[in-house]
């Protein structure tokens, strides 16, 4: 049973980068079938998907943080990161790594980590 | 930008059915994903492809989407089904999420 699980400092100072990442036991990170997301949802607020990899190193984001955002692969280590750079407050939030499967025609995100607290602050 | 819209909150007797609606334009035309969410824990996925079950998740979940709505429907909601719903759709390979709606069984 494939599960992932994020790491990752847990309080980051404002302009600075926000780096994280999702560590993935049970199962291979290099599947054609897969990509490999990062969601994250601020203290009391909804889910806001951030973006996705593929382990071929594809990647896509959301276009609200695009420019602050970088995902990338490590298959070596069955592992992808996130980097969000120029935080602030604005960005604290519980983040989470996902399996994203893709199948007739679409994805879903199946499972999920147990999310990392990440909070900026001076 | 695209956007799903859930109500903020719907309340259920044990035993009854719970329908939370998700809507969004010509979102019958994508597939929905449904995740539940309990205080303090991650979403896990309850429905996929609109109205899959995965492995694990009880028969009283089911899913339909058609026109501009999908909908998740707990058929003899339980107290342990307590949590946010949250629904989800892609738009131009981005993936969305409604706002979250909290189910309450009184």
């Known amino acids: 049973q494939l599960q992932v699980q994020e790491s990752g400092p847990g309080l980051v100072k404002p302009s600075e980068t926000l780096s994280l990442t999702c560590t993935a036991s049970g199962g291979s990170i290099s599947s054609d079938n897969y990509y490999w997301g990062w969601i994250r949802q601020p203290p009391g607020k909804g889910l806001e998907w951030i973006g996705s990899?593929?382990?071929?190193?594809?990647?896509y984001y959301n276009p609200s943080l695009k420019s602050r955002v970088t995902i990338s692969v490590d298959t070596s280590k069955n592992q992808f990161s996130l980097k969000l750079t120029s935080v602030t407050a604005a960005d604290t939030a519980a983040y989470y790594c996902?399996?994203?499967?893709?199948?007739?025609?679409?994805?879903?995100?199946?499972?999920w980590g147990q999310g990392t607290v990440v909070t900026v602050s001076s | 930008s695209y956007e799903l819209t859930q109500p903020p909150s719907v309340s259920v007797s044990p035993g009854q059915t719970a329908s939370i609606p998700c809507s969004g334009d010509?979102?019958?035309?994508?597939?929905a994903s449904w995740f539940q969410q309990k205080p303090g824990q991650s979403p896990v996925l309850v429905i996929y492809q609109d109205n899959k079950r995965p492995s694990g998740i009880p028969e009283r979940f089911s899913g339909s989407n058609s026109g501009n709505t999908a909908t998740l429907t707990i058929s003899g909601t339980q107290a342990m089904d307590e949590a946010d719903f949250y629904c989800?759709?892609?738009?131009?390979?981005?993936?969305?999420f409604g706002g979250g709606t909290k189910l309450t069984v009184l």
């Open positions: 990899v593929h382990y071929s190193g594809s990647t």
């Open positions: 996902a399996r994203q499967v893709a199948a007739g025609g679409t994805y879903w995100f199946d499972p």
């Open positions: 010509k979102l019958g035309h994508k597939y």
């Open positions: 989800q759709a892609w738009d131009s390979s981005t993936a969305i």
